[in-house]
């Protein structure tokens, strides 16, 4: 098996590097020699000819795990050729060469693809409609993938990612936290957090389901987030609780703080679909929150 990790350097290639070189829960299927994870440096999706250069140099793969995105959701409104660039028609590429190498793709994709106008979890098959540059790129780079391979991908949608890594909510929360003594965070955005660490135990079930390793399945969405739902006050507030850190917090609407980009009010996703092709039950967000910190 060669298995192509991109994105190394970001939360969620981090989190599958840390668990397939340490977790024993690694099914025997694979080694943590399988996997072969790249970055930036070695493959750079913001150019066609470096995406190129490298798939025509190394040997072919068996599955290729797209990780890397553009994801910073302000900038993009700035820098919406280079996020399309990554988004989509990087995404579009990966998926020819996988077409070609008769290779699986796994890509994953963000509750931003959706206005979030609606009152209740978001289904795959609920109508998509960005309202940013980046939900829009993304929307863009599924449906690209989807045009180009048909049969013999996944495309997973999370929402809300955090991990012991990098810049994200949660370690903002634990700078500004010890910083200040007051905060104010949104409270009307209202979703489920999702700890990088539980996707990529999703990832790995997946990879070893016997569905998933016949080809010629057609390609599928899948919604996974952690289980249940919270806004971003209550999440700061879980957070803070659990660090016993006495920063004083207090609500404000979206309206109370400007951003470039405009964010959805529900980003609830609904995993039954995942949960049951898959056989599993999803961790609530306050455990998974709990042993993130633990490992901060
Ligand atoms: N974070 C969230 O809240 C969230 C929510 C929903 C969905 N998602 C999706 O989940 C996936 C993983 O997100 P994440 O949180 O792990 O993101 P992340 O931490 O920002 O990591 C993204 C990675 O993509 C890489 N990248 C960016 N531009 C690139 C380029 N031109 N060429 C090659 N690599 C490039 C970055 O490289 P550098 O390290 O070199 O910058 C970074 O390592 C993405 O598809 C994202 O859209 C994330």
Not at 93 to 114: E, R, W
Not at 171 to 185: A, D, F, I, P, Q
Not at 211 to 216: E, Q, T, V
Request: aromatic share 8%; with cysteine; hydrophobic share 35%.
């Amino acid at each position: 098996m060669r298995i192509l990790v991109t994105g190394k350097n970001g939360q969620l290639g981090r989190s599958i590097h840390k668990l397939v070189n340490t977790d024993t829960k690694i099914d025997n299927n694979q080694s943590s020699n399988d996997f072969i994870f790249v970055g930036r440096g070695e493959l750079d999706l913001s150019s066609e000819n470096s995406i190129s250069h490298y798939f025509d140099n190394n040997n072919k793969f068996d599955i290729i795990i797209n990780c890397a995105a553009y994801t910073q959701v302000d900038k993009a409104e700035e820098e919406v050729g280079l996020a399309n660039q990554v988004n989509h028609l990087a995404v579009k590429q990966l998926a020819g060469i996988a077409s070609k190498q008769q290779a699986k793709l796994i890509h994953i994709s963000t509750d931003y693809v959706f206005d979030g106008e609606s009152d209740k979890p978001y289904l795959e098959t609920d109508t998509a409609n960005p309202i940013n540059v980046y939900g829009k790129t993304k929307l863009s780079g599924e449906q690209a993938l989807q045009a180009v391979m048909p049969m013999n991908a996944i495309i997973i949608r999370t929402s809300w990612v955090y991990s012991e890594y990098g810049n994200n909510f949660v370690s903002t929360m634990l700078r500004l936290g010890k910083e200040r003594e007051e905060l104010n965070v949104v409270s009307d955005q209202i979703g489920s957090p999702t700890y990088a660490a539980d996707l990529v135990e999703m990832i790995l079930t997946i990879i070893d389901h016997e569905s998933f390793r016949r080809m010629g399945q057609k390609t599928q969405i899948y919604h996974y987030s952690n289980a249940g739902k919270c806004s971003w006050y209550e999440f700061a507030k879980e957070i803070f609780s659990l660090k016993k850190i006495e920063c004083r917090i207090s609500p404000i609407t979206t309206d109370q703080y400007k951003t470039l980009a405009r964010r959805p009010k529900c980003s609830l996703l609904d995993n039954k679909k995942i949960e049951k092709k898959f056989s599993i039950k999803l961790k609530h967000w306050k455990d998974s929150i709990s042993a993130c910190l633990n490992r901060v």
